[in-house]
């Protein structure tokens, strides 16, 4: 079951829920359990952080991803385009 995050729009109390995605709503229409006010509202998920390893490294010097952008740079779509340009600049291609 997914975890959802709540705050209190009065308040600003925040708490996690985890119900399943069929009553993700039920919190926003209870009471908030610290000033007793109906403003309780869903905050935009969040994902957990992963965190990257030796396959996903930036500055490996071959495989992963920056290998993966340089072939996106050197695709037909793109090549020689302002969009390269960016991606070469942003990634030291």
Known sequence: MP?????CNSC???FEAIVPMAK????TRSS???CGKK???QVILTCPN??????HDIHKSSGG??????R???SPGIKNSKRASELKDRYNL
Do not use: L, W
Request: proline letters at 3%.
């Open 50 to 55: 992963m965190g990257m390893d030796s396959c």
């Open 3 to 7: 975890t959802y995050e709540y705050k």
């Open 65 to 70: 991803f920056k290998s993966a952008m340089q």
């Open 24 to 27: 993700r709503k039920t919190p």
């Open 12 to 14: 600003n109390h925040a």
């Open 32 to 34: 908030c359990d610290i």
């Open 72 to 74: 996106v740079c050197e």
């Open 39 to 41: 403003q309780v509202k």
